[in-house]
């Protein structure tokens, strides 16, 4: 069963600190796509990144960068130096390719940036 | 600009009544699904469609109905609301044929409250 778990429920950081976000995934596909989107206080989702299941070179955007094991089924996302306006939930997506696109989603990890 | 858009905002509605939700892309996009968002489960596929006469049902398809007669539109149908259906409901539309690949732009969601 395809399966994507997002062990932190909740983080609080203060504002400047690094925080890394969790996500693990379980498929026995070998063609997948894997997503982040995050979800502000005003409720919209916003697409962050995608990733390919053949594609496991990290990817950085400004302080957002993405790591992608496939050896331990991790694509964790970390924000260097955050700031108050990187405070929502963010969610992880697994896509699989026989599947038509259909996302499975984790549960999602509530940040909190404090000033 | 092109955009998805969903309607009502919020809705209160009470136990049995029938309620439908729209959601409206301009995109032209082949692909909409409809999700829904309850706290510990992330966002969970009701029903999707990859065109024109095209319904499909997700995962939590119980209760949910949807028709596709255009492009634009998906309305979600719930036949006889129950409070177990309160939640947040969030549309989506991906263009193109490589499902999942595809990213998901999703709508700003609408709050339902089943009474």
């Known amino acids: 069963a395809q399966k994507v778990t997002q062990a932190q429920t909740e983080i609080s950081v203060v504002e400047k600190e690094d925080v890394t976000l969790d996500c693990v995934y379980e498929t026995r596909d070998t063609t997948y796509y894997l997503f982040w989107y995050k979800q502000p206080p005003s409720g919209e989702l916003v697409f962050l990144i995608r990733?390919?299941?053949?594609?496991?070179q990290n990817e950085i955007s400004g302080r957002y960068s993405w790591n992608f094991q496939k050896s331990t089924s991790s694509f964790n996302f970390t924000i260097t130096a955050s700031q108050v306006v990187d405070s929502a939930v963010y969610f992880c997506?697994?896509?699989?390719?026989?599947?038509?696109?259909?996302?499975?989603f984790g549960q999602g990890t509530e940040l909190s940036v404090k000033p | 600009d092109a955009e998805i858009t969903q309607s009502p905002r919020h809705k209160i509605t009470e136990t049995g009544r029938q309620v439908t939700l729209a959601c409206h892309q301009t995109w032209n996009h082949n692909n909409m699904f409809w999700y829904r968002q309850d706290l510990g489960h992330g966002l969970r596929l009701i029903h999707y469609s990859y065109g024109v006469h095209d319904t499909n049902k997700g995962e939590v398809s119980d209760g949910y109905s949807v028709s596709r007669s255009n492009t634009e539109d998906l309305p979600l149908t719930l036949e006889s609301a129950a409070s177990s259906q309160t939640s947040v409901y969030f549309c989506?539309?991906?263009?193109?044929?490589?499902?999942?690949?595809?990213?998901?732009?999703f709508g700003a969601g609408t709050r339902l409250s089943v009474l």
């Open positions: 990733r390919n299941s053949f594609d496991e």
């Open positions: 989506a539309s991906s263009p193109g044929q490589n499902l999942a690949k595809n990213i998901q732009y």
């Open positions: 997506a697994l896509a699989l390719y026989n599947q038509g696109g259909k996302l499975i």
